[in-house]
């Protein structure tokens, strides 16, 4: 999986689950980070959510399950 591909896992589901539109979570969970996964072996993404107590709350809620099935992606 790319970090272009997770990014619009993560949006998809988030207006899924919570409603709202894609450019309101494309701007919540903002760019995925893709770091060395030598240096970070388990989970070699990250994001930094911005927005409302609640869709920073929701994004954080969403990437503890995302991280469990997807920890490692590519850059591309």
Same mark, same amino acid.
Request: charged share 20%; hydrophobic share 40%; glycine share 8%.
């Given at each position: 999986?790319?970090?272009s591909?997770?990014?619009?896992l993560?949006?998809t589901?988030?207006?899924?689950?919570?409603?709202?539109s894609r450019r309101?979570?494309?701007?919540a969970?903002?760019p995925?980070?893709?770091?060395?996964a030598a240096? #970070?072996? #388990?989970?070699?993404?990250?994001?930094?959510?911005?927005?409302? #107590?609640s869709?920073?709350?929701?994004?954080e809620?969403?990437l503890?399950d995302?991280?469990?099935?997807?920890?490692?992606v590519?850059?591309?």
């Open positions: 999986m790319t970090a591909e997770l990014q619009d993560l949006i589901t988030l207006v899924r689950k919570a409603g709202g309101q979570w494309r701007i969970i903002g995925v980070r893709v770091l060395d240096t #970070h072996p #388990h989970c070699n993404w990250s994001v930094a959510p911005s927005g409302s #107590h869709e920073i709350a929701a994004v809620r969403l503890d995302v991280r469990l099935s997807h920890p490692i590519s850059g591309r």
